[in-house]
């Protein structure tokens, strides 16, 4: 039997310019970022990590005190869902228009969850989720 897997450490998405992506993310979301330069950036979101790497940043190993990091490039949009409470939902909304983003899609899902979709300036798909979409969430 395999060890169990105990959650999702980081996510990485690719964005065309990283500064004007911090600024969006720590606008929209009041994410600080932990570590940041013209090629990444990296937020601490509750326990996790999102990471976002400006397209080709990270097409090639990169070296570093402790070894090596492989490259890990996409392409195409990415996607992630970012946990909210269900009792801020209405809120979440009134964020989003007030700040100009088009909400794409709204989905209401059988265990009593909820979903809205928008997108980030590059395009990647974000979702704000809350609990009931999946049996462990």
Known sequence: MAPRIRGIVETCINV??????????ERMF???????????CAFRVASDVLLLFRHGGSDHPTAVPGGVI?????VG??????AISKDEIESWRQVLTNQGIQIESETSWE???HSIYFRDPDG???ELVTPGVWANY
């Open 124 to 126: 990647n798909l974000l």
């Open 70 to 74: 492989p490259p890990h490039d996409t």
């Open 111 to 113: 265990r009593g969850g």
């Open 16 to 25: 065309s310019d990283v500064e004007r992506a911090r600024r969006f993310y």
């Open 30 to 40: 009041g994410l600080e970022a932990m570590q940041h330069d013209d090629r990444f």
């Open 77 to 82: 949009a990415g996607h992630f869902a970012l």
